[in-house]
């Protein structure tokens, strides 16, 4: 049920695998667009590598050290593992060309109205009839104007929401490094940020000198319209033109989603995106490939897994101190060892990456924070 990245990986994983099950895929849309894209630090082979329309080989912030402080850019090599950049309309062909392939259904156009999970099925109540399955996967996202969460305290999980507005432009001058891709830059106004209790950035991906994203980014409680200021200071320097636009909300929380081995939640539902970062896209791949597995060797679908006592710390801290939010991404991208830094940001990282990391942040808040994850854990007072 929904067959987005997630719901369409996990058909393309089982249809690599030739496992001979009936598969059925339902969304509500219409049609397949552009209508978004995917980026990622590029560490491990995945089936949708020919969708792959960009890599940069350099990354880079421009942060503060201090709160309040003035930023300084930080670049970092990555040419080992390079940032990519998957196009929709490519993932989306590549996707569809395995299913017929496979033999597989996809139903668009059709509304799930109901699902209810037996002792041996489950039965979905769709708008142009009913089904039984098996098993069912469940990728349809959360409302979009819904809270990232209640406000941490004993028992509960720090969340946020990055919801962000994004502006492909082209430029008449050469205007931007295409050999960069800046991955946050706090240059920028926080006031409203901080009035909703979070932080802002702008997310620039360079394809060529006169063609880019650039995508105004908030990690806020609450959902909110975002305009178009964070093309000024491009617009200053040269003529824009935006030719399409993207939208998209992200949970960042280690919150599990409530969910039944006969119906699983995945993709943004099924909590796969990393909630310090939001980055999802390797995650669900990996996610994909552990259910294609499972379902070739007739096990139960296992739900995402992963090791978040770092990010549900992280979080906290941005929750709790989002006045200190540029600080700390600027002195995480400064002084954490490059390679620690991508292991922690793609969760392939040793215990000495995650000392390293740990290393490299102020040690007052994430202890305080550490001991407030102790306390939700073991249900005490706050």
């Known amino acids: 049920m929904g067959a987005g990245l997630a719901g369409l990986s996990v058909a393309v994983h089982l249809a690599c695998r030739r496992v001979?099950?009936?598969v059925v895929l339902l969304d509500a849309r219409e049609r397949y667009d552009g209508d978004r894209t995917w980026c990622q630090l590029a560490v491990r082979p995945h089936p949708f590598e020919a969708c792959v329309t960009k890599r940069w080989s350099q990354i880079e912030v421009h942060a503060p050290q201090e709160v309040g402080g003035a930023c300084a850019r930080r670049r970092l090599d990555v040419r080992r593992t390079p940032y990519v950049h998957l196009d929709a309309e490519r993932v989306y062909a590549r996707a569809r060309d395995e299913l017929a392939r496979a033999g597989m259904t996809l139903e668009l156009g059709v509304h799930v109205e109901?699902?209810?999970?037996?002792?041996?099925?489950?039965?979905v109540?769709?708008?142009k009839g009913v089904l039984r399955a098996r098993a069912v996967l469940d990728?349809?996202?959360?409302?979009?104007?819904?809270?990232?969460?209640?406000?941490?305290?004993?028992?509960?999980?720090?969340?946020?929401?990055?919801?962000?507005?994004?502006?492909?432009?082209?430029?008449?001058?050469?205007?931007?490094?295409?050999?960069?891709?800046?991955?946050?830059?706090?240059?920028?106004?926080?006031r409203v940020a901080l009035a909703a209790g979070g932080l802002r950035f702008v997310y620039v991906l360079p394809f060529d000198a006169h063609h880019a994203l650039v995508e105004d980014t908030y990690f806020t409680p609450e959902v909110f319209p975002l305009g178009d200021e964070a093309l000024a200071p491009f617009a200053a320097q040269a003529r824009l033109t935006v030719e399409r636009e993207?939208?998209?909300?992200?949970?960042?929380?280690?919150?599990?989603?409530?969910?039944?081995?006969?119906?699983?939640?995945?993709?943004?539902?099924?909590?796969?995106?990393?909630?310090?970062?939001?980055?999802?896209f390797d995650f669900i791949q990996r996610h994909a490939e552990v259910i294609a597995d499972a379902v070739a060797r007739?096990?139960?679908?296992?739900?995402?897994?992963?090791?978040?006592?770092?990010d549900e710390v992280f979080l906290g801290v941005l929750r709790a101190r989002p006045e200190a939010a540029p600080m700390?991404?600027?002195?995480?991208?400064?002084?954490?060892?490059?390679?620690?830094?991508?292991?922690?940001?793609?969760?392939?990282?040793?215990?000495?990456?995650?000392?390293?990391?740990?290393?490299?942040?102020?040690?007052?808040?994430?202890?305080?924070?550490?001991?407030?994850?102790?306390?939700?854990?073991?249900r005490l007072p706050a």
């Open 20 to 22: 001979d099950q009936r």
């Open 114 to 123: 109901a699902v209810r999970p037996r002792r041996d099925h489950v039965v």
């Open 125 to 127: 109540q769709t708008s």
């Open 139 to 190: 990728s349809r996202p959360r409302p979009s104007n819904q809270a990232a969460g209640d406000t941490p305290s004993a028992g509960t999980s720090p969340a946020l929401a990055q919801h962000f507005r994004g502006f492909f432009v082209r430029s008449e001058a050469p205007l931007f490094d295409p050999d960069v891709a800046t991955l946050m830059d706090f240059r920028v106004d926080q």
């Open 246 to 280: 993207e939208r998209g909300v992200i949970p960042m929380t280690t919150a599990r989603p409530d969910d039944e081995p006969r119906h699983r939640r995945i993709g943004l539902a099924g909590g796969v995106a990393k909630p310090s970062t939001g980055y999802a």
């Open 298 to 310: 007739g096990r139960p679908i296992p739900s995402y897994q992963r090791m978040s006592w770092l």
């Open 328 to 378: 700390l991404f600027g002195r995480l991208f400064a002084r954490a060892p490059a390679g620690s830094l991508v292991r922690f940001l793609t969760e392939t990282a040793t215990p000495l990456d995650a000392a390293r990391v740990m290393a490299a942040l102020p040690p007052p808040p994430f202890l305080a924070e550490s001991a407030r994850a102790v306390a939700r854990r073991l």
